[in-house]
C-alpha cells in the first residue's frame, strides 16, 4: 500500500531556531501534500496544502513565513518551522493526495516538535 | 461553511461487543466523499473505511461498516466484534469533490475494554 514516510518523528529544538520536517512519498507520486497540526486531545487543523512544483496555499491565520512548505518534486514535501518558539511546539502531520487512488489520502507517522 | 460533527467524545465497548460512532455533517454540495480514520496511540493516522455520496450502498470492510443517511446528512461508522486493537481516536471527515481538502470531526475516543 501507499506508505508515506515523516521525518523526524520528534525534536526538540531552542526558541529561535529553525527546524525542517520531511514527507516522502515512498511509492507513488504525490501531486498534494497536506500539512496538518494537532493539538493533544484535539483534532487536525489543516494549516497548508502544497502542488509540485507550486506555491503553497496557506489556511487563514497560519503565518506563511513562520511556516514555509516546499513541494519541489512529486515524492518530497518539506515544511520548515522557522525563528520556532515554545508556541510552536506540537504535533505536526502530513498527508499525501495520489491523483491515481482518488480521495483516500495516506498520512505520514507525524513528528512530536517541542521548543524550549 | 462545511462542518463535521462528533458529538461523542469518549465511548467504551467491551471486547467482542459491537459499537456505533456517530458524525453528522453539513454542506451544501451534491459531491463529496466521507472518511473515518483511526488515530491509535501511535498517532499514526490510518483510513478505515470511505464513501463516496453518490454511492447509495453503505460501504463495508471486514468488521467496520457504515450507514450512511445522505439526506439526513449522517455517517456513522458500525464496528462488529470489537478488538483491543481497536482502540483509538476515531475522526470522521468531509472532503467534496475538486477541493482536495478534508474537513476533520473532533473525534471520538474508543476503549475495548477487556
Known amino acids: 500500500g501507499a506508505v508515506v514516510s515523516q521525518h523526524p518523528s520528534w525534536v526538540i529544538c531552542k526558541s529561535g531556531t529553525s527546524v525542517k520536517i520531511e514527507c516522502r512519498s515512498l511509492?507513488?507520486?504525490?501531486?498534494?501534500m497536506f500539512w496538518y497540526r494537532q493539538f493533544p486531545k484535539q483534532s487536525l487543523m489543516l494549516m497548508a496544502t502544497?502542488?509540485?512544483?507550486?506555491?503553497?496555499?496557506?489556511e487563514q491565520g497560519v503565518e506563511k513565513d513562520k511556516f514555509l512548505i516546499n513541494h519541489a518534486s512529486l515524492t518530497l514535501s518539506t515544511l520548515t518551522v522557522t525563528s520556532a518558539h515554545p508556541e510552536d511546539s506540537s504535533f505536526y502531520i502530513c498527508?499525501?493526495?495520489?491523483?491515481?487512488?482518488?480521495?483516500?489520502?495516506?498520512f505520514g507517522s507525524g513528528t512530536r516538535l517541542t521548543v524550549v | 461553511a462545511q462542518t463535521v460533527t462528533q458529538s461523542q467524545p469518549e465511548m467504551s465497548v467491551q471486547e467482542a461487543e459491537t459499537v456505533t460512532l456517530s458524525c453528522t455533517y453539513d454542506?451544501?454540495?451534491?459531491?463529496?466523499?466521507l472518511f473515518w480514520y483511526k488515530q491509535p496511540p501511535s498517532r499514526q493516522m490510518i483510513l478505515v473505511i470511505r464513501?463516496?455520496?453518490?454511492?447509495?450502498q453503505n460501504a463495508t470492510e471486514n468488521r467496520f461498516s457504515v450507514n450512511f443517511q445522505k439526506a439526513a446528512k449522517s455517517f456513522s461508522l458500525k464496528i462488529s466484534d470489537s478488538q483491543l486493537g481497536d482502540t483509538a481516536m476515531y475522526f470522521c471527515?468531509?472532503?467534496?469533490?475538486?477541493?482536495?481538502?478534508?474537513?476533520f470531526g473532533t473525534g471520538t475516543r474508543l476503549k475495548v475494554l477487556a
Open positions: 498527508s499525501a493526495r495520489d491523483r491515481t487512488r482518488g480521495y483516500g489520502y495516506t
Open positions: 511509492d507513488f507520486q504525490a501531486t498534494t
Open positions: 502544497s502542488n509540485e512544483g507550486s506555491k503553497a496555499t496557506y
Open positions: 454542506t451544501s454540495e451534491n459531491n463529496y466523499y
Open positions: 464513501q463516496e455520496a453518490y454511492k447509495q
Open positions: 471527515a468531509f472532503c467534496t469533490s475538486g477541493t482536495y481538502k478534508y474537513i
